[in-house]
């Protein structure tokens, strides 16, 4: 886990003098929710986020947060280390429950169901909101297997022939369908890191979800790869609604429609992505982004 | 930069030295292994090969039965025995008096008499005819042959005399003599005459216990990793499990044997010295060492497959059975394989629950008596004949070439499976 508070000095008197601005903000009446600058709403959401706190053990990693994910939409969530954005995009699909010692509190609802409600299974929450990791992690099968595998569990297909089909639109959906045709029953693991990222977001895609996140998917990736994925998330976004932490800032400018920056377990600005990185409101998002720490 | 290059020096040595440390380990080591299997091999090869003495029978059918009859009971009656020392006396006729008769027939094993038996039940025909027929000699015979008497002792510290040595020349000259393959020991079971004694008595008995404590060791050990990684809290109790399985790992066997006659003997009333009840202790025995490298085997399953699972909806239960355990199984067999191996060297606890018997017959299933083979080796080097000695290393080799060959399919197991991520 990455997620863990880093209370060193800097941060420490980061932190203080970002709560001296969000004092600034809110006496302006700009901030509509908890301290967050800028629009957390959307007009048609897919999933909403209100009051999320994240506790691991006693230590609370992610502070009140709102946040809405609009339907085919991009967001980023940007932040430095220890920030709890990929804390918080565990909690979009459940990934959390399977840490013991971790509590989410508060709602977050994906069409209006609530995700953490006891009575909703999260086999079937899990189909629908699929996830990409930041390390290529396929299965030591073939590739045909890896990405058979969802539709398998799920029932998905009806016969082999059905299963075939799925198998290839998702791989042309993730663009490495070219790359890997003839050798479908080989090894997954024996693709370059790209095309095992590539054959992960195949994966996610063959159980057709609705909302497909990403945690720094292209962390572990070479420029050429991670331009291959970019233009994968652009292309996907017409029928997925997704949602990618990354490290990159100018990732986030060039693939997100939204940029949501955190930091130390806090949502501080959402906005518009032009809108954050050409004018971003708070001081924080401000020093961020023009490097000044993270 | 100066005092980096004075230092340097120093540095360099210590690790010439520290290389040759280990280097020293390993030569000490390979040393005492060499040492050890130089020495058994040494005392034991000849064990793979048995002086057979050529006997002229004349099938009297005085002492067997008329000729003609094929019926079995009284076939068997015969008196082969007699049969054997008319035999003798016929190659040395000059052999009179009664105690020089007794030493003569003494160089032939008891055996020869089982041996012509068997070969009149199977061909009645040969009765009232003579044939050549190579039968075992005594062991003592065996070891003279075999070089193991020293004959510049005097006679009554011998146990073959001079009149037996000039016999065993005349035999010699005239070919009688020979030493051949030890068939009988890879296919008898114990006996008190080392040249008739096998080890497939001994043998069989450890496959029977080996299979008990496998078919109960091997899915007991890895439901109880599996539920102990993946499925139970981590809390107090299963720390408090996790304790008490490290300790039992640690217990020494013979607590194990001790438990096992309480328990499987006198409460549950099963028989003594059988291979089930060896198997059940030896189970016990291995539950440990079979459930701490499960559970290693599970740990080393990346957390990221156990994700990506996750991650497309699969259940913990089909994450379990579908990614992390046949990622784990090598390593679960491996251990297994490991358990299996130091439970078929095991002895302390198998003494305890009376596999320490002499028992002859070769065991049929797992509710016969029998021995293993650790116990028929300590039994043996117990016994004073010269014979056992090297049947003694025989049957270490024997055991050996087992342990051996079960961990090289452990490795191979590791190497076949071995996955990269």
């Known amino acids: 886990m990455d997620d863990v508070i880093n209370q060193d000095g800097t941060v420490a008197r980061e932190l203080k003098t970002g709560t001296d601005a969000e004092v600034d903000m809110q006496s302006t009446n700009e901030s509509q929710s908890r301290g967050t600058v800028g629009d957390i709403y959307v007009d048609d959401p897919r999933m909403t986020c209100r009051n999320v706190n994240v506790y691991y053990g006693d230590k609370q990693a992610i502070f009140d947060i709102d946040l809405d994910i609009g339907k085919n939409q991009v967001i980023s969530m940007i932040g430095p280390s220890g920030c709890g954005k990929s804390t918080f995009l565990r909690c979009l699909n459940r990934m959390n429950d399977t840490i013991d010692v971790c509590k989410v509190t508060g709602q977050i609802k994906m069409d209006g169901q609530d995700i953490y409600d006891g009575a909703l299974d999260v086999v ?39 299963l075939d089909e799925i198998v290839e639109t998702s791989l042309k959906k993730a663009g490495l369908w070219e790359e890997v045709k003839d050798r479908l029953d080989q090894p997954g693991t024996g693709l ?84 954050i990185f050409t004018a971003p409101k708070h001081r924080l998002t401000e020093d961020y982004i023009t490097g000044r720490f993270g | 930069m100066v005092r980096v290059e004075k230092g340097l020096a120093r540095r360099y040595r210590q690790e ?15 040393l005492f292994v060499s040492f050890l299997f130089i020495s058994i091999i040494a005392n034991g090869y000849t064990a793979f090969q048995q002086t057979f003495v050529k006997l002229d029978v004349y099938y009297d059918p005085e002492m067997i039965a008329p000729v003609g009859e094929t019926d ?9 025995g007699g049969l054997v020392k008319a035999t003798m006396r016929e190659l040395f006729p000059s052999v009179t008096n009664r105690r020089d008769k007794k030493k003569l027939y003494g160089l032939i094993s008891t055996g020869a008499s089982y041996q012509l038996r068997e070969r009149v039940m199977q061909d009645p025909s040969v009765i009232g005819q003579r044939e050549s027929i190579w039968v075992p000699a005594d062991d003592d015979v065996d070891m003279l042959i075999k070089g193991h008497i020293d004959l510049n002792l005097p006679e009554s510290d011998r146990r073959i005399k001079d009149d037996q040595l000039s016999w065993i020349q005349g035999l010699q000259e005239d070919d009688r003599v020979e030493k051949r393959f030890n068939k009988t020991f890879f296919t008898a079971g114990d006996s008190r005459e080392p040249e008739l004694s096998g080890i497939k008595g001994a043998a069989s008995g450890s496959f029977f216990t080996l299979l008990i404590c496998l078919s109960i060791s091997f899915p007991v050990g890895v439901a109880a990793a599996v539920y102990l990684e993946e499925f139970a809290p981590k809390n107090r109790w299963t720390d408090l499990i996790e304790v008490n399985i490290n300790n039992l790992a640690a217990v020494p066997s013979i607590v194990f044997g001790l438990l096992g006659l309480a328990v499987f003997i006198n409460f549950f ?36 497959i156990r994700e990506a699972a996750l991650g497309v909806g699969a259940s913990p239960m089909q994450t379990i059975t579908h990614h992390v355990l046949p990622l784990a199984l090598p390593g679960m067999l491996t251990g297994t394989i490991i358990g299996m191996a130091q439970a078929l060297g095991e002895t302390a606890p198998l003494l305890m629950i009376g596999m320490v018997a002499f028992i002859v017959d070769i065991p049929g299933g797992a509710m016969d008596p029998s021995a293993v083979l650790p116990v028929q080796i300590y039994l043996w ?17 024997v055991l050996l070439a087992f342990l051996i060959s079960m961990n090289l399919l452990a490795v191979w197991l590791r190497k076949k499976f071995e996955r990269r991520w």
């Open chain 2, 381 to 397: 080097a117990d016994s004073p004949e010269r014979a056992f000695v090297e049947r003694t290393s025989a049957a270490i080799m």
């Open chain 2, 269 to 304: 009333g099963l028989p003594r010295s059988v291979p089930m009840v060896g198997g059940l202790v030896l189970a016990l025995m291995t539950l440990p060492t079979i459930i701490i490298a499960s559970r290693a085997a599970l740990k080393s399953v990346p957390p990221s």
């Open chain 2, 72 to 80: 079995p009971e009284i076939l068997s009656a015969g008196n082969y």
């Open chain 2, 16 to 30: 010439r030295n520290f290389k040759r440390l280990g280097l020293g380990a390993i030569l000490l080591g390979l």
């Open chain 1, 124 to 162: 079937p929450l899990r189909a629908s909101v699929g996830m990409v990791f930041q390390k290529p992690n396929p299965f030591p099968k073939s590739i045909y297997d890896n990405i058979a595998y969802g539709p398998r569990i799920h029932g998905l297909s009806d016969d082999k022939q059905h």
């Open chain 1, 192 to 275: 370059s890191g790209g095309q095992q990222q590539r054959l992960c977001i195949a994966r996610a895609i063959a159980v057709s979800p609705e909302v497909i996140l990403m945690d720094e998917p292209c962390s572990a990736l070479d420029p050429i790869a991670t331009a291959k994925i970019e233009e994968l998330i652009d292309e996907l976004r017409e029928n997925y609604t997704i949602a990618i932490v990354t490290h990159s800032m100018q990732q986030a400018a060039r693939v997100s429609q939204r940029t949501a920056y955190f930091h130390l377990g806090k949502l501080i600005e959402v906005g518009e992505t032009d809108q």
